[in-house]
């Protein structure tokens, strides 16, 4: 089994940082892409960025320029930075992980979750 421990959220005034993490812990023979989506109220679920274990990235529009996700193989972790926060960037961030197991070719996995909170 695996399980990936987010960390990092909170609430924070508009302009501001903050800094997620997302460990994946088990059994793990290698971990693939990571990645970060959320999910505000009354919306779907949104991917924000990913990266693969090459550390290619891919950004939403809405945080292209703002947001900065990161990875340290060696801890199978994964790190967003989101700076010059705004109001709607308001959701429950969620980690995603593609995970080769020992006797799984690949499978997802997510986070609990964490929130973040913009105020205006």
């Known amino acids: ?5 987010e960390s990092g959220g909170g609430l924070v005034q508009a302009g ?4 997620l993490s997302c460990a994946a ?3 793990i023979v290698r ?3 990571m990645g970060w989506y959320r999910q505000a109220p009354g919306k779907q679920r949104e991917l ?6 090459g550390r290619s990235t891919n950004y939403a529009d809405s945080v292209k320029g703002r947001f900065t996700i990161s990875r340290d193989n060696g801890k199978n972790t994964v ?5 010059n926060l705004k109001p ?10 593609q995970v080769v197991g020992p ?3 690949e499978r997802d996995y997510w986070g609990q979750g964490t929130q973040v909170t913009v105020s205006s």
């Open 1 to 5: 089994q695996v399980q990936l421990v």
């Open 16 to 19: 501001g940082s903050l800094r």
């Open 25 to 27: 812990s088990g059994s």
């Open 31 to 33: 971990v693939n892409a």
């Open 48 to 53: 924000v960025a990913a990266i693969t274990s």
């Open 79 to 83: 790190y967003l930075e989101m700076n």
């Open 88 to 97: 709607e960037d308001t959701a429950v961030y969620y980690c995603n992980a």
């Open 103 to 105: 006797f799984i070719l």
